[in-house]
Every structure is written in structure tokens, then in C-alpha cells.
């Protein structure tokens, strides 16, 4: 069984970290993980560089990328796009998929884009119009989902909501994000089973966890029990989110390989190769990784 990776290791695992690498180690990263065999990669956000300075350069690193996606007609770049000012340098890039994003819980959505939920998706209505014109692809994020660092649990009927709301707007598939890394097995099988008996097919949906409390893994696996088929993951374990006060780093793009593959399913990377990519991370960077495999030296 094949199990699709997203790999958001240069946007979602670079925007969180103090040293700011310069746009070609950007560039350089991406057409590593290329190599390794991680066909989906999120490479930038056009987000305000005054908010996210990590991503300020996102134009430049994704027009870097036109060769190496002119190479590969099986890869897939994306970037995060907040609102139409953003999607308009975003259709300056040879980019066809772009990612909109949303949180459960007010308080969150006013600490991380400063509006409401219902803003939020007022802001992306015109990014779906003028993305269905261009031809580019819209996937979208939901974060919060499992638990707020400001408001504490989340109602699963407002998940199962949001998650047609994107739907119904015409987002392919949802991801669902554990902002904080709070979720467990067993909440993660009430919100999906939720989601699928309201409607939702589990093809429609991915998985976004942040290791916080050691529970990223299983939380793929309990997922994979339900029937999804792709989880988005970071190189090193590298991220967190400057708007979630105690969130870690993502689940390891190079720990969830290898526990897929010990598991007999496929996902079409190289492990020792992607192993020796976030071992070069780790010297830009600057510190060491938070994977386990970086720190066993495997």
C-alpha cells in the first residue's frame, strides 16, 4: 500500500527557525528532497515578510525551482497563500498548487492571521476563483483541530463543519492539523470517524501533526486505520508555529518513513538518502535536528 508524503520541511519547518538561510540553501534544499524521492514539497509562503521574514524570498526560491520541475514531470510544488495580494506573486511562479489555511477557534485565527474564522475563509473566496481560472490546484490546511493553545478543547461538530466549508469551496482535500501536538489515537479516531460519517471520504483528507507530546506516529497510524493516505511531514522534525505558544517541530519526514517501510507500506523515498539530507540541513541550520533517527546517528 502507497502512502503519500507532503514534505513542508522548507516552508512550514524554515519559518519557525531564528537563522534565516538565504534563498539559494532554499533552493538547494528543495532539489534535495526532490532526489530522495518526495514527489510533493511545499517550498515557500507568500505571506507579509514583515509577520514571517523566513519566507520573505518564497517568489525567488519558487521560480528557482521551474528546472527541476520541468526535469520531474511527477513533482509537485506548493505554497502557502494567504490572501489575494499574496496569490498574485504566487501566479509569478511556475507553482500549480497553492495551499489556503483556516483555524478551528477564534482565538487562534486572530493571533495567526489577526481576523475571525469567518474572515478568513471571506479572504480566500477570491484565491479558489482566480486559482480555477489559472488552473492551479487548491489544498487547504485546518489548524486546531485536535486542541488551541488560547481556547483549549475544539468541538468536533466545528471541525466537521470547516471541513465542508473548505470542501464545498472547492479545496481537492483538507489537512488536518494538530497545531499544538496534543492528539491522541483516540481523538484522532472520534474526529475522523466524525468527518467520514458526515459525509467526508477519507481521500479527501491528510494528516498534519506536530510531535509535541510524542504522539505524531501513532496518530498516523490511527489514521491510516481509517482509511487516509497521505500525512504531511518535515525534514528533521524541523517547525513549530511562531503563533502557538509550547508547539514542537513536525513529525519527521525521515522517522515516518521509517516506520512506514518497517510496516511493509510504500512511499517511494530513498531513507538513507533523505537521512543524509537532514544531516546537510542540520549544518545550515545550525543545531541539532529533532528526528529520532538524527539523534540515534542512524
Not at 479516531?189 to 506536530?210: D, R
Request: net charge positive.
Amino acid at each position: 500500500m502507497k502512502i503519500d508524503i507532503v514534505e513542508v520541511g522548507p516552508r512550514d519547518g524554515l519559518q519557525n527557525e531564528n537563522q534565516i538561510l538565504s534563498p539559494s540553501v532554499k533552493s538547494k534544499l528543495i532539489k534535495k528532497l526532490s532526489e530522495v524521492g518526495l514527489t510533493n514539497i511545499e517550498v515557500g509562503a507568500f505571506v507579509s515578510s514583515k509577520w514571517v521574514p523566513q519566507m520573505a524570498d518564497s517568489l525567488k526560491v519558487a521560480k528557482s525551482t521551474k528546472t527541476i520541475l520541468q526535469k520531474n514531470s511527477k513533482l509537485k510544488f506548493s505554497a502557502l497563500v494567504p490572501n489575494e495580494r499574496g496569490f498574485i506573486d504566487f501566479l509569478k511562479s511556475p507553482l500549480k498548487e497553492a495551499s489556503i489555511f483556516a483555524a478551528c477557534t477564534e482565538s487562534f485565527s486572530q493571533k495567526n492571521i489577526n481576523c475571525s474564522v469567518d474572515e478568513s475563509f471571506e479572504r480566500f473566496k477570491p484565491i479558489i476563483a482566480q486559482a480555477k481560472k489559472n488552473k492551479v490546484k487548491v489544498r487547504a490546511y485546518l489548524s486546531t483541530v485536535f486542541g488551541c493553545p488560547f481556547d483549549g478543547k475544539v468541538s468536533t461538530k466545528k471541525v466537521t463543519k470547516l471541513v465542508h466549508r473548505f470542501l464545498d469551496a472547492g479545496a481537492y482535500e483538507v489537512s488536518l492539523g494538530d497545531t499544538i501536538g496534543v492528539a491522541t489515537p483516540k481523538q484522532i479516531k472520534s474526529v475522523v470517524n466524525t468527518l467520514i460519517k458526515s459525509g467526508v471520504k477519507p481521500q479527501k483528507l491528510a494528516g498534519h501533526f506536530h510531535d509535541t507530546r510524542g504522539t505524531a506516529l501513532s496518530n498516523v497510524l490511527a489514521c491510516i486505520d481509517l482509511g487516509l493516505r497521505k500525512f504531511d511531514s518535515c525534514v528533521g522534525g524541523l517547525g513549530g508555529c511562531p503563533y502557538a505558544p509550547g508547539a514542537a517541530g513536525n513529525l519527521a519526514t525521515e522517522d515516518l518513513v521509517y516506520t512506514l517501510h518497517e510496516m511493509g507500506f510504500k512511499t517511494g523515498v530513498d531513507l538513507e538518502k533523505l537521512i543524509e539530507v537532514a544531516r546537510w540541513l542540520q549544518t545550515q541550520v545550525g543545531h541539532p535536528l529533532n528526528s529520532h533517527l538524527s539523534m540515534s546517528g542512524v
